[in-house]
């Protein structure tokens, strides 16, 4: 089945340390996205990248980075320069960066971190 | 800037019900396209409707059905005879023609509770 696989679906952490999460896509979608979102809040871009080896930040990049060295992978890492980390994370593509393609979500990883 | 607004953040109804989910919405492009998500209790996102600016025909999905008046820049969400199925938190979204890397501006939410 095609979609996007995100993992693992809970995450757990102690401050200070590094976490990379793992978002996956078998829809050659040339563009992938992260965002974040806060309880009782919507979603916000964090970066995007709308093709291998680019990248670009999005609203809320600080202490966050990525890479996007294959077509199906887009890992988000995030740094100990976050300053409030917990949160669910979801990474989305889509065929191409543009309005006339729509977005599709995995299903998200909910990080903690204490 | 871009914004969309949801001014509700939480309804309650009885199953049977029919509930009506508002969104307003703030660009300065005359292309756009809105979107209408549900995210149930596992957290992932499904896409419900996606309308483009130059569209302002209502349209009707089963029980679900959308009111796009550019005039009073809305983008309502009525769920008629909801079932319990239907609680959820439901997001509309913004994506401008200028928008960079195709971004999408999400309102808060409004989480529907949908009672037997």
């Known amino acids: 089945d095609g979609g996007i696989t995100q993992s693992p679906k809970y995450l757990f952490r102690k401050e200070g340390q590094n976490v990379t999460l793992s978002c996956e896509q078998n829809?050659?979608?040339?563009?992938m996205y992260w965002y974040r979102q806060d309880p009782g809040q919507g979603l916000r871009l964090i970066y995007y990248?709308?093709?291998?080896?680019?990248?670009q930040k999005g609203d809320i990049a600080e202490g966050y980075s990525v890479s996007r060295e294959k077509k199906e992978s887009f890992p988000l890492t995030v740094t100990s320069a976050q300053k409030n980390p917990t949160a669910f994370y979801l990474c989305?593509?889509?065929?191409?960066?543009?309005?006339?393609?729509?977005?599709?979500f995995g299903p998200g990883t909910r990080l903690t971190v204490t | 800037a871009q914004k969309v607004t949801q001014a509700q953040t939480e309804i309650s109804v009885v199953e049977k019900e029919d509930v009506t989910l508002d969104c307003v919405y703030e660009?300065?492009?005359?292309?756009?396209?809105l979107f209408w998500y549900k995210q149930p209790p596992s957290g992932e996102l499904v896409f419900l409707i996606r309308r483009n600016s130059f569209d302002e025909q209502n349209e009707i999905s089963g029980r679900y059905s959308w009111n796009f008046q550019k005039s009073t820049s809305s983008f309502n969400f009525t769920i008629t005879a909801s079932q319990v199925v239907d609680s959820a938190v439901y997001f509309c979204?913004?994506?401008?023609?200028?928008?960079?890397?195709?971004?999408?501006?999400f309102g808060g939410g409004t989480r529907v509770l949908v009672k037997p």
């Open positions: 989305a593509s889509s065929t191409r960066a543009s309005i006339l393609y729509e977005q599709y």
């Open positions: 990248s709308q093709i291998v080896n680019d990248f």
């Open positions: 829809l050659n979608h040339d563009a």
């Open positions: 660009t300065r492009d005359t292309t756009y396209y």
């Open positions: 979204a913004l994506s401008e023609d200028n928008a960079a890397g195709n971004k999408l501006t």
